[in-house]
């Protein structure tokens, strides 16, 4: 039965590869699609959990992280409680990246800038992420990762115009696994403050908390800290790291019903194309289906082929799909450099391009093979 | 004694809303192992009998029987077709994209037989055909007249009570003919199967157990 279908299938060998193209397309774009929205969630937890902290703290009820808002006092109080080692207070911004200094023109979309402070554990432990110099030691200092001086032809101890008219000297150069950190710069917290307009408010802080003592574990320390500032300050949202992109529904949930807009419409592309393809194989083999039925075949074994046909031809697709997938997508992010995507393949997403193709293939099929099966044995023979 | 292979109690056959009468009121039995031949000119009816003694198709009044199977829907068609029947027709209807041993198995791919013993059957059945050397050549490359046998082989895989033909020999040379006859011949007295023979060659009537003779989608004596 299978040497039958793929017989049939290669005979027809232009079709088949225009459909099996389709059916490529349809499970690439969804699995780089997906593979880079999950790239993007990891940056933003690798960045969240980059630290060590705890906990995050941030205000709940906020639509994006800039408007986020903690209060010196609070984290003060925070800071005071027995469970609690640290307190490091952030703040977090964008902005158009100052030109060259070498005089060309950079590729870079923004520079993200971090507000952090000496003597908290956040600042203080990025310092085995230098390659080169050391942590800024006053306000007109900042670290930079070494791609953005790589970009804006930085080397250490250039005095650098961060914001216009304002100028800073390099005096440490960093890699980070982050992204966001990857494009950005660190300076002081103040500094950043101002330049925001904020006072004694934070957009996030990063809480260590103490870790197992004899009775409760790392993680019952932290979970309890977590409840505690929830209750004592209901704005505040204060939860794992690793947890901010899950808990973070809102902005995240647009992207999800994106992808599944742009999954639907592969689909119904996918499924036009190979229906296409199977009508017309059905009509050119209106006769021999006919001989089949005159042969003892009863209809559903007509429909079995047909079906199997559909879903040879997008299980090849599928196949290819993947691999165009997964080529497609580094091919995306080398050609946007400066756009710095990642993407992560999860075995789920390539699990999901493949049900996405067998869907393609039975759905494809599905009418075709009824087509078929109706067909009258005693008409089909006739049939020239 | 057993009850008659096939049994036509006043079938009629029309088509286009009974304003083509193909089959009109048609009475007849045939029992197990005989050689039946029917001729008649063109449009008399010849392969609408012929179609609804394999079950493709059905009478619109009238009842016909198969090994005791009255025919009166899709499933009981399909059952006597897989059960009893083996069709040659005047096209040998092969599939081009498939070897002539995989052609010979389409049949045989329903009833759910292990790869090995499918294949062993059909190269005995090539054998038979006397084309066990190309088992494994696309039948594109076959000639007519072999195409033709492998059909035949395709048709008798299964050892089908009841052969029909539908004009077998209508696109061959009288000789190559004669000799896809012979075959025919010689392996449906192998498994003990009916045969009911259309052509327009009465030569080929000769020996045959019972002479139908079609004018006009009936039945006249010869
Ligand atoms: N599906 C159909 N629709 C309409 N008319 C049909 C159909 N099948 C057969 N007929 C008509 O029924 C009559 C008998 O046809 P049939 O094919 O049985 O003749 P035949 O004896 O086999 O002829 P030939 O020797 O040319 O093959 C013809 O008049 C034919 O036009
Ligand atoms: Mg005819």
């Known amino acids: 039965m299978l040497s039958y279908v793929w017989r049939n299938l290669l005979t027809r060998k232009i079709r088949t590869a225009l459909s099996v193209l389709g059916v490529s397309a349809s499970v690439a774009g969804i699995v780089a699609l997906i593979s880079i929205a999950y790239g993007m969630r990891s940056s933003i937890d690798a960045y969240m959990e980059g630290g060590g902290a705890s906990l995050i703290v941030y205000s709940g009820h906020v639509a994006d992280l800039i408007f986020s808002s903690v209060k010196q006092e609070e984290l003060d109080a925070i800071a005071a409680w027995d469970d609690v080692e640290d307190v490091s207070r952030s703040h977090f911004f964008m902005v158009k990246p100052p030109a060259p200094l070498d005089g060309g023109e950079s590729d870079l979309a923004m520079l993200f800038c971090f507000g952090r402070y000496r003597g908290e554990r956040m600042l203080e432990q990025f310092a085995t992420r230098l390659t080169e110099g050391g942590l800024f030691r006053n306000k007109n200092e900042i670290i930079a990762s070494v791609s953005i001086a790589d970009a804006l032809g930085w080397k250490l101890n250039d005095e650098v115009e961060v914001f216009p008219g304002q100028a800073f000297k390099v005096v440490g150069l960093y890699e980070s696994p982050s992204n966001w950190e990857q494009l950005g710069v660190m300076m002081d917290a103040d500094v950043l403050g101002e330049k925001l307009g904020r006072r004694d408010n934070y957009n996030i802080a990063f809480i260590y908390c103490k870790t197992a003592d004899g009775a409760r574990s790392a993680d019952e320390i932290s979970a309890a800290t977590a409840a505690a500032i929830q209750e004592k300050y209901p704005h505040l949202k204060a939860i794992k790291p690793g947890e901010f992109t899950s808990s973070f529904k809102e902005q995240l949930a647009i992207m999800d019903e994106f992808i599944a807009m742009i999954t639907v419409i592969a689909l119904v592309v996918g499924v036009l194309g190979v229906l296409n393809t199977m009508m017309m194989s059905v009509h050119e083999r209106t006769r021999e289906i006919g001989m089949l039925r005159a042969l003892g075949w009863s209809r559903g074994w007509v429909i079995k082929l047909i079906l199997l046909e559909g879903v040879v031809l997008c299980a090849i697709g599928g196949a290819f799909g993947l691999l165009f997938g997964y080529l497609g997508s580094e091919l995306l992010i080398a050609a946007y450099p400066q756009a710095h995507l990642v993407a992560v393949y999860l075995p789920s997403t390539f699990v999901k391009g493949g049900i996405v193709a067998f869907a393609v293939g039975l759905l494809a099929a599905l009418y075709p093979a009824y087509a078929a099966s109706n067909l009258r044995p005693v008409v089909a023979l006739r049939y020239e | ?222």
């Open chain 2, 1 to 222: 004694m057993s009850s008659p292979l096939v049994v036509f109690e006043g079938v009629r056959r029309t088509f286009e809303q009974g304003r083509v009468v193909a089959l009109d009121g048609i009475d007849l039995h045939i029992e197990a192992g005989e050689f039946v031949a029917v001729t008649g000119p063109s449009g008399s009816g010849k392969s609408t009998l012929l179609n609804l003694m394999g079950a493709m198709d059905l009478a619109s009044s009238g009842t016909v029987t198969i090994a005791e199977q009255r025919l009166t829907d899709r499933r009981s068609m399909e059952t006597v077709r897989r059960d009893q029947i083996g069709f040659v027709f005047q096209m040998h209807n092969l599939v081009p994209v498939l070897t002539a041993a995989e052609n010979i198995a389409l049949p045989m791919l329903p009833r759910r037989l292990p790869a090995a013993e499918r294949r062993a059957r059909c190269l005995s059945l090539l054998e038979q055909v006397g084309l066990r050397e190309r088992a494994d050549s696309n039948v594109r490359g076959l000639s007519g007249g072999e195409r033709q046998r492998v059909a035949i082989a395709r048709a008798m895989i299964h050892e089908p009570p009841l052969l029909l033909a539908d004009e077998p020999t209508g696109n061959l040379d009288s000789k190559t003919g004669t000799a896809v006859m012979e075959l025919i011949h010689a392996m449906r007295r192998r498994s003990g199967s009916a045969l009911v023979l259309v052509t327009h060659n009465e030569e080929l009537c000769a020996g045959c157990d019972r002479w139908l003779h079609l004018v006009d989608g009936r039945l006249s004596n010869r």
